[in-house]
Each structure stands twice: as structure tokens, then as C-alpha cells.
């Protein structure tokens, strides 16, 4: 599976961005997808993630403003950021495995390459 993120860019606190993650290669739908992100000098994180039967996991620090979602017809997952934060500030990496969902970064076999989040104050 070869995955591509998309959707970054430059935002106010307080505005919205929705990411995409495109899947080719192979069918999506027997895969949970996670969103990680990488701050400058941080690890990557969990943020969110989302089963193959819609079943969804949120960070602690996005519950209320994140909100990922599958559209397997077109073999893509999408993640609705709202009110975002500048220590929301990364780079967003979307990744998959055949299993069920986990929040642990080394338990994706497949990721996309990553797309910059910039939230000003």
C-alpha cells in the first residue's frame, strides 16, 4: 500500500484544515488508519485513528476538534481539523496496518510522507 497525505498549509489559531490520506497499491478497506504528527524536536505522536468498520480513537489533546473519516470507495481517509492550535504545529503523517487499531507509532507497516501543519498565533 502506498499511501500520499495531503492537505497542509498555513492557518490562524482558531481556523480549519482538512487533511487527506490517498491509498494506492491496494484495496483500503481491511486497514486501520492512524494520523501521527512530529513536532520540531518531538516525537511523533498518536493523534487519531480509525478502524476497517468506521470505529474511531482519538489523542486526548483533539478530542472535540479533530474528526477522521474513511471513504473506502475512494480508497481515502480524511482528518477534519477544527479550531486548531498553534501547539497543534507538526507535520501530519497518515499510516496503515492490516490489524486492528493501535496507537503505537512502530505498529504501522505502511506511511505516507507527510504534510506540514502551521497553526500562527
Known amino acids: 500500500v502506498q499511501l500520499q497525505a495531503s492537505g497542509g498549509g498555513l492557518v490562524q489559531a482558531g481556523g480549519s484544515l482538512r487533511l487527506s490520506c490517498a491509498a494506492s497499491?491496494?484495496?483500503?478497506?481491511?486497514?486501520?488508519v492512524g494520523w501521527f504528527r512530529q513536532a520540531p524536536g518531538k516525537e511523533r505522536e498518536f493523534v487519531t485513528a480509525?478502524?476497517?468498520?468506521?470505529?474511531?480513537y482519538y489523542a486526548d489533546s483533539v478530542k472535540g476538534r479533530f474528526t477522521i473519516s474513511r471513504d473506502n470507495a475512494k480508497n481515502t481517509v480524511y482528518l477534519q481539523m477544527n479550531s486548531l492550535k498553534p501547539e497543534d504545529t507538526a507535520v501530519y503523517y497518515c499510516a496503515a496496518r492490516r490489524a486492528v487499531v493501535t496507537v503505537t507509532v512502530s505498529s504501522y507497516d505502511y506511511w505516507g510522507q507527510g504534510t506540514l501543519v502551521t497553526v500562527s498565533s
Open positions: 480509525i478502524n476497517w468498520g468506521g470505529a474511531t
Open positions: 497499491g491496494r484495496t483500503f478497506d481491511s486497514y486501520a
